[in-house]
C-alpha cells in the first residue's frame, strides 16, 4: 500500500485487535518463515572485589521459535459502484479489510492454535486459580497467583458477559469487585474482547486472564498487501481486491499471564 493508506490501515487495525495495543508490536522483515526470539532474565548480584562472581547463576536464553502465518482478505464491488466519482473506494476497502483483518488477528491471539493460525495466549498461559462458579474470592486469588513483577503493569481480559458478572460482584462489606468510575479490577485495567471463552463454555474453559500482555509479541514479517482484481470478475462488471499479511504471534513466557480455569 502507499504509505499514507498503510497509515491509516495500520491504524484502523490496531483499533480492532486488542492485543495490538497491550501487547509488543515488532516488525520483523525476514527472509525465512521461522524467526527466532530470545528472552532471558538478567541476574543481579552482589560483587566482592576480591572475587567478582559475576555469570555465575546467569540463566541462558530461552530460544522461542516462531513461524510464520499469512491471513489473507477478499472482497469485490460492482464497477458503477467503484466508479463512482464521489465515492472514496481507497477509504471504503481499506477501512473494511483493516476491521476484518484486525478482528480475525484478535480471535486468533486468544484461540490460536499455532498450526494453522497464529499461537494464541490461552495455549501458553498458566492456570492461576480454578473455580466451578466465579466468585470475589475468586478473583482475588487469580490476582495474586500472578508473580508481584507482572502485576505491576497487569491487565485483565475477558468477554462482554464475565464482565458483567464482575461489574455485580460485592465482597462482605457491599463493595463492588468492579470500580466503575475508571473500569479497573483491583487497580488494573479491565479489557473487554467477545472473543474470549465464556464461563458457560463449562469444564476446561478459561474465561479470565491476568497478566502482562507485554510478553504477549506480534511480530509484522510484512507491510499489508492489496491487489486489484480486474480481469477474472469482469463478465460480472465487478472489480475485486485481495489482500494478506504475514504474522508471528507467542506468549514468550507464559508466567507472565494467568487465567481463571472453569471445573465442574
Not at 495495543?21 to 572485589?49: K, Q
Not at 469444564?203 to 479470565?208: L, N, S, W
Amino acid at each position: 500500500l502507499p504509505y499514507e493508506s498503510n497509515k491509516k490501515f495500520t491504524a484502523l487495525r490496531q483499533e480492532e485487535n486488542l492485543f495490538r495495543r497491550i501487547g509488543t508490536v515488532v516488525n520483523a522483515p525476514t527472509h525465512d518463515f521461522t524467526i527466532w526470539a530470545f528472552d532471558n532474565e538478567p541476574e543481579v548480584t552482589w560483587l566482592d572485589e576480591k572475587n567478582p562472581a559475576f555469570f555465575t547463576n546467569v540463566e541462558t536464553h530461552a530460544t522461542h521459535t516462531l513461524h510464520s502465518h499469512t491471513l489473507g482478505c477478499a472482497t469485490h464491488l460492482s464497477e458503477d459502484f467503484a466508479g463512482d466519482a464521489d465515492f472514496d473506494i481507497e477509504a471504503h476497502v481499506t477501512g473494511e479489510f483493516a476491521k476484518s483483518i484486525g478482528r480475525a488477528e484478535e480471535t486468533a491471539c486468544i484461540n490460536g492454535d499455532g498450526i494453522n493460525t497464529i499461537s494464541g495466549f490461552l495455549r501458553d498461559a498458566l492456570v492461576g486459580h480454578s473455580t466451578a462458579d466465579i466468585t470475589y474470592d475468586d478473583v482475588n486469588r487469580l490476582f495474586f497467583s500472578l508473580d508481584k513483577e507482572y502485576r505491576r503493569n497487569g491487565v485483565w481480559v475477558m468477554n462482554n458477559e464475565t464482565a458483567l458478572k464482575l461489574r455485580t460482584l460485592k465482597d462482605d462489606a457491599g463493595n463492588y469487585l468492579w470500580n466503575h468510575s475508571d473500569s479497573t479490577i483491583l487497580g488494573k485495567p479491565a479489557y473487554i474482547s467477545g472473543y474470549m471463552p465464556s464461563e458457560a463454555a463449562g469444564d476446561g474453559a478459561r474465561p479470565i486472564a491476568f497478566g502482562d500482555f507485554s510478553c504477549f509479541r506480534i511480530a509484522d514479517r510484512l507491510p499489508f498487501a492489496m491487489r486489484p482484481l480486474t480481469e477474472v470478475l469482469m463478465p460480472q462488471q465487478q472489480i475485486g481486491y485481495v489482500g494478506y499479511e504475514t504474522i508471528y504471534a507467542k506468549l514468550i513466557r507464559p508466567e507472565a499471564v494467568r487465567v481463571m480455569e472453569i471445573s465442574e
